[in-house]
């Protein structure tokens, strides 16, 4: 008797990675030439933030059992996640005001502050503002995911119940403070943190793990810093799509810590 059961299909590059699927995602909606520079950078920056998501939420489990060694390389590959993000913003620099202006009106009404991966990301690290649920349809997956980040503890939060349990004085306000608002620093937890960079020797993981902290946080301002630029380079200080505030608003956002504390000590050793 012969089997008759077909062989399977041998997995091939193409299929592994669904090429044929991910190169169809790139429809510019005019013949500019630049537009598909444009859409190809920010799917780039959508697939990037996927894994640094991912990465964080690993971190956070890692946190959570008090494994904060494993914790370090899910943090270190963010870090440079961040640094390859902010260096395409120097490709899209490369696209003229008049390059962009002719495609810039089939845009319509969509903008970055529809982005829920990266505010899922931001929701990730501390950065909470629930206002920004508005962009997203309720009922909606991506509603649900930013809901989720939103209403969930923070990576920070995580890291500070471990200061707790080391026994660092860490106020009750703090560890059970509302998770869908954004974190407001403490004396406190400063204080904590100064103990651990006073002696980095006794507590070595804890000050590993701050260090981790800050290259991230150092790495979201940097990509903020070079979006402004960029922003400004090619459309200068106009309102952004959809009638966003532009340049004016990126660069208020140059003044957000994710892990204050950490940055605030420093003055203070």
Not at 180 to 192: D, G, I, L, Q
């Amino acid at each position: 008797m012969t089997d008759k059961t077909a062989p399977a299909e041998p997995t091939t590059y193409g299929g592994y990675l669904r090429l044929k699927e991910l190169l169809a995602c790139q429809r510019p909606l005019s013949e500019e030439h630049d537009e598909l520079l444009f859409v190809i950078l920010h799917q780039t920056m959508e697939l990037w933030m996927k894994q640094a998501i991912h990465e964080i939420g690993a971190t956070q489990s890692e946190v959570r059992a008090g494994n904060l060694v494993p914790a370090y390389k899910h943090l270190a590959r963010v870090s440079r996640i961040q640094a390859v993000m902010t260096q395409a913003w120097d490709i899209l620099a490369t696209m003229t005001p008049a390059d962009y202006l002719n495609f810039r009106e089939l845009l319509g009404t969509s903008s970055g502050f529809q982005s829920y991966q990266f505010r899922a990301l931001e929701f990730q690290l501390g950065i909470k503002d629930a206002s920004f649920l508005k962009f997203q349809s309720p009922g909606s997956d991506e509603y649900r995911m930013l809901d989720d980040a939103l209403r969930g503890p923070s990576l920070y939060d995580d890291v500070l119940a471990q200061l707790a349990k080391g026994g660092f004085a860490i106020p009750a306000a703090v560890l059970e403070r509302d998770r869908t608002a954004a974190y407001e620093p403490s004396e406190a937890v400063e204080k904590a943190w100064l103990t651990v960079y006073r002696d980095t020797q006794k507590y070595w993981a804890l000050y590993q793990l701050a260090e981790k902290l800050l290259d991230l946080d150092d790495a979201l301002l940097t990509w903020r810093h070079k979006h402004v630029l960029t922003v400004e380079r090619i459309i200068g200080r106009k309102r952004g799509t959809g009638g966003t505030e532009g340049v004016g608003y990126l660069q208020q956002t140059l003044a957000r810590r994710a892990f204050p504390e950490i940055w605030s000590l420093r003055t203070k050793l």
